[in-house]
């Protein structure tokens, strides 16, 4: 797509997910109120274990999935990789299910009402089965997002008339799942008659598990972990400082979301562009994708430092005051966050430096899970969401060198003038050699 065409896409996708961010500018307020501090916080702690089963059950296939596709060159080559993407998604959800279980069980918040930690984990298997990477991938971007609207509409109509008090926590993920199979049932159908039926099989399945197993590890190290926090500290403080803490987290992975409507386009331009031999249209595409995500970064940075404490108490009530304070730290970890998904979607996915990526998450996540460990108890929802802070740091500084390492850095608008200045102030030679895109 030439910048115009890109342009269209990208305005259509974000308006779509404009529905998104109206769809929780009414059920956030409206759970903070109805459910109170505890029940709320459970429902986030549940929600957090739905995102740690989405992501164990997805086993980083969307991204490869996605990269595939997008070289696909008929329906019956879309119609293989689709079969055996939805045979390894089904085989891990069994094991899913036994991790949801277990961790209901465990989390002394969730057990005690365990329903809604089941619910959440079929949620979980529902949504890592969804199918907006296939139609990411052949660059159908606008059937998705129209699904997912769909989805959204039909759980906020169910949300509002079963939920009328702080007893009725499970109806809110009871609506959620019967929206998610709504949605799935489209999304199928509408594969099924494109493409015909998914062929369901053993063979492939290991060879693509060991080729998703980089992603999966970046994910397992950064994303995992990230979707985890607000189950995490469940077992670490207070059911109130979990409900300060999710608060604030719902706010800041608003604020996260927004930065992937722009990835579902660029990430399967760029990997098409790339197979293509076009090297200067993909350093382009690259290019305006940091250039709009950086820049988003730093607005959003800007926006959290000055807006929370009036939003989060006019939003939620009062007793959610102490949210305040937890977003204004998660605040610092927007530019982070936007630099770190920039290099790891935009640059390293569609030049298949999983490995990398691999390395990189994992030693962030570790990173990120020692400061959790030594944090949370001590302060609570503070001490976790500085523990998330650390944990993007860590991955930017690493991502950082890596790019400068494979000659890369050039990508990054600004960074290559930036990286000479500072060689020259130190005296060190610049190496020779143009960036690695093989």
């Not at 740690?52 to 980083?60: N, R």
């Not at 997008?70 to 085989?91: D, F, G, T």
């Amino acid at each position: 797509m030439d910048r115009r065409a890109n342009a269209n896409v990208i305005a259509f996708v974000y308006g779509g997910y404009l529905m998104r961010y109206v769809y929780l500018i009414i059920v956030v307020p409206f759970y903070g109120r109805i459910l109170g501090v505890s029940e709320y916080g459970r429902v986030l702690a549940s929600m957090s274990l739905m995102n740690v089963i989405w992501m164990l059950v997805s086993y980083g296939f969307t991204f490869v999935g996605m990269r595939e596709v997008s070289k696909a060159q008929s329906a019956a080559e879309c119609n293989k990789i689709y079969s055996l993407h939805v045979s390894a998604r089904l085989l891990l959800a069994v094991l899913g299910a036994g991790i949801g279980i277990t961790a209901t069980m465990l989390s002394p918040t969730l057990s005690e009402r365990p329903v809604i930690g089941l619910l959440a984990t079929l949620l979980g298997i529902v949504s890592a089965l969804n199918l907006g990477w296939l139609f990411q991938g052949r660059q159908h971007f606008r059937t998705p997002i129209m699904i997912e609207v769909f989805g959204f509409a039909l759980s906020l109509v169910l949300v509002l008339n079963l939920v009328k008090g702080p007893n009725d926590a499970v109806w809110v993920l009871a609506s959620l799942l019967v929206a998610g199979v709504a949605s799935s049932i489209v999304s199928y159908s509408l594969t099924t008659w494109q493409l015909g039926l998914p062929k369901l099989k053993l063979t492939g399945v290991v060879p693509l598990v060991r080729g998703s197993t980089m992603l999966f590890c970046y994910s397992s190290g950064s994303v995992v972990l990230t979707a985890s926090s607000t189950y995490l500290l469940t077992l670490l403080s207070t059911p109130a400082q979990v409900g300060y803490f999710g608060a604030a987290e719902r706010f800041a992975t608003i604020g996260l979301a927004l930065m992937g409507p722009a990835s579902q386009v660029f990430i399967p331009t760029i990997s098409r562009q790339l197979a293509q031999g076009d090297k200067e249209g993909a350093h382009a595409t690259t290019r305006r994708g940091a250039t709009l995500l950086m820049g988003y970064g730093l607005l959003v940075l800007c926006g959290a430092l000055t807006l929370s404490p009036f939003v989060l108490p006019l939003i939620l009530g009062p007793a959610f005051e102490p949210s305040a304070r937890v977003l204004q730290i998660f605040a610092w970890m927007f530019p982070l966050a936007a630099f770190n998904e920039f290099v790891a979607f935009y640059v390293f996915v569609p030049r298949r430096k999983d490995r990398l990526l691999a390395m990189a998450g994992v030693g962030s996540g570790v990173m990120n899970l020692a400061a959790a460990l030594f944090l949370a108890p001590r302060y609570g929802a503070t001490g976790m969401a500085t523990a998330r802070v650390v944990g993007e740091a860590t991955l930017a500084v690493i991502l950082m060198g890596t790019m400068i390492r494979l000659q890369l850095v050039g990508l990054v608008p600004g960074a290559e003038r930036a990286l000479g200045m500072f060689r020259v102030a130190c005296g060190v030679r610049p190496q020779a050699g143009a960036a690695k895109d093989e």
